[in-house]
């Protein structure tokens, strides 16, 4: 069966396309975009689906490149399953998830089982991370090559970081040779210590033990340093305060290979809303203050963020209703990303086609992937986003098993209402 997606506004950065024009798909690819493709779909008859996306817009399939499943190990806080479902009800037609499932994915046999995995649910393309160290215990690599034969497109120890630079230096030179890209959780442990939340105002008054700033900074300048002694790339992950910025900007001015990405939380929230105590504000790295929230937007608008991922970490209700110190780091992200991101177009911090390089171009590029355009013969992975609607976050109606979204309750302005993977409806919320 052909699809004809018709009357959208259609904004495909890479091609540089922002029209109302029609688009065929055809055996699960873009066959065409043009105007006046409904003529000859109506002589087809029967043999095309005609969908009238009239006032809506339509660009190449969204692509969280930071994504937490927690299968194997933890199915009771997502599984492949319920994360590829929130995934293509966020309008995401790929995701990549990390490694930090248990066991560890540091190794061939767990990479594909989760691929395996993913092609029986059949929703959304999911990509797996290797671990950089086994176990991410941060002493030894993992076996990059073997990982990379069974369909790992990155390695990351994310959740936790590689605290010894050596080893660092290695998995960089090593990835790098292999044309992996190197995901980095910078957080310098000795600095953030056992923090909680942000250092500053709020960690004083609340009581509440501090992570400062230069945990992030201090590492993410140690990564910086070494791609460039060693020539490599290294790709920054959830960026979070100001002095991240204006490093990450700095080195991309000297020419380095540094890309990086922020999320939602880092751009919507600041560490006053500890105030309330409530652990689904409580995320790692943490929530920031005002003046680096402005700094992240600044980032993404001048282009020192490339990506926006939204670190979907779902977590169960016996990890997040504890005691403050005691609760899980994470807020589940994938049915809220699109809608927060939405709002950076809204007050013009970016226009449409710099949300969507963001959010599909610039992860398919850094991470490799033949997606991101809708390039006649590319995969058809679509995401449809009717801008205008007016929505409410219910975490009782995610997809996800990770109720845990300090969104809930908020209203929001935009939403993907139609997601296609590979020519196939996998989402339909018209
Ligand atoms: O908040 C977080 N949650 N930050 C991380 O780095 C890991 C993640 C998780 O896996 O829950």
Request: one cysteine or more.
């Amino acid at each position: 069966m052909k699809i004809l997606l018709t009357g959208a506004r259609i904004i495909d950065p890479v091609q540089n396309i922002d029209a109302q024009m029609d688009m065929l798909l055809e055996d699960g690819k873009v066959a065409k975009i043009g105007t006046g493709l409904l003529k000859t779909a109506k002589k087809d008859s029967g043999k095309v689906n005609i969908i009238d996306l009239d006032g809506k817009i339509v660009v190449p399939g969204l692509i969280d490149m930071h994504t937490h499943l927690r299968e194997p190990g933890q199915e009771y806080k997502e599984t492949i399953a319920s994360g590829a479902a929130a995934a293509v009800a966020g309008g995401f037609t790929s995701i990549a998830c990390m490694p930090n499932t248990s066991p560890i994915n540091d190794n061939r046999s767990i990479t594909e089982f989760i691929k395996r995995k993913a092609v029986e649910v059949s929703l959304a393309n999911v990509y797996p991370i290797g671990a950089i160290s086994n176990g991410s215990a941060g002493s030894q690599l993992t076996e990059f090559w073997d990982m990379k034969e069974a369909g790992i497109i990155a390695i990351s120890d994310d959740g936790k970081p590689v605290m010894d630079a050596a080893l660092m230096r290695r998995a960089m030179e090593y990835a790098y040779s292999l044309g992996l890209p190197v995901i980095s959780h910078c957080e310098d442990t000795n600095l953030s210590g056992n923090g909680l939340i942000n250092e500053g105002y709020y960690s004083t008054v609340l009581g509440l033990r501090g992570i400062p700033g230069i945990a992030e900074e201090a590492m993410i300048a140690r990564d910086i340093l070494i791609a460039e002694f060693t020539n490599t790339c290294v790709h920054i992950a959830h960026v979070s305060t100001a002095g991240s910025v204006r490093l990450i900007r700095d080195a991309k001015k000297r020419g380095l290979q540094v890309t990086a990405e922020t999320a939602p939380h880092y751009f919507t929230l600041t560490d006053e809303a500890l105030q309330s105590y409530d652990t689904n504000f409580k995320v790692n790295p943490p929530l920031r203050s005002e003046k680096d929230v402005e700094a992240i937007k600044e980032g993404l608008s001048d282009g020192t963020l490339d990506v926006i991922a939204c670190d979907h970490a779902p977590h169960g209700r016996t990890d997040k209703e504890v005691e403050f110190e005691y609760a899980a780091n994470g807020i589940s992200g994938l049915e809220t990303s699109l809608a927060l991101s939405i709002s950076l177009v809204q007050n013009k911090v970016l226009g449409w086609s710099e949300l969507i390089t963001k959010m599909s171009a610039n992860p398919a590029r850094i991470l490799n992937l033949p997606k991101g355009t809708l390039e006649a013969g590319a995969d058809a992975d679509i995401t449809v986003i009717d801008p205008q609607l007016k929505w409410t976050v219910d975490v009782q109606v995610f997809r996800s098993r990770g109720k845990n979204s300090p969104f809930h309750g908020r209203p929001l302005q935009g939403k993907a209402i139609l997601t296609i993977v590979g020519g196939e409806i996998k989402y339909d919320g018209r």
